[in-house]
């Protein structure tokens, strides 16, 4: 059993940044796929960011593309997501999210973290 646990959220203006760190404990989430996904108040959880277990491959929707970086460091088992030129509608909690390969995340998560919210003031 893996132990997901992110940090980094806060409140932010339109156009700044914030950097979402991921710790994984319990298992190592070497030989997994990590991310991120969000989900807004009123909304469907959203898929954000996929990197695979290698590091060698990221994915991401077209709303975030070009902002939000993902990366991770599999000697801290961590995973950081750094966000960019952060809109109103990216308010969200974020939570982290491991699976067996990248292309399962987005729909079949296999652990989750608690969230961290994300605000964005316009």
């Known amino acids: 059993q893996v132990q997901l646990v992110e940090s980094g959220g806060g409140l932010v203006q339109a156009g700044g940044s914030l950097r979402l760190s991921c710790a994984a404990s319990?298992?190592?989430?070497?030989?997994?796929?990590m991310g991120w996904v969000r989900q807004a108040p009123g909304k469907e959880r959203e898929f954000v960011a996929a990197?695979?277990?290698?590091?060698?491959?990221?994915y991401y929707p077209d709303s975030v593309k070009g902002r939000f970086t993902i990366s991770r460091d599999s000697d801290k088992n961590t995973v950081y997501l750094q966000m960019n030129n952060l809109k109103p509608e990216d308010t969200a909690v974020y939570y982290c999210?491991?699976?067996?390969?990248?292309?399962?995340?987005?729909?079949?998560?296999?652990?989750w973290g608690q969230g961290t919210l994300v605000t964005v003031s316009s």
């Open positions: 999210a491991q699976a067996p390969t990248a292309v399962q995340l987005p729909t079949s998560p296999t652990s």
């Open positions: 990197i695979n277990w290698s590091a060698s491959r990221t």
């Open positions: 319990g298992r190592t989430c070497s030989g997994y796929a």
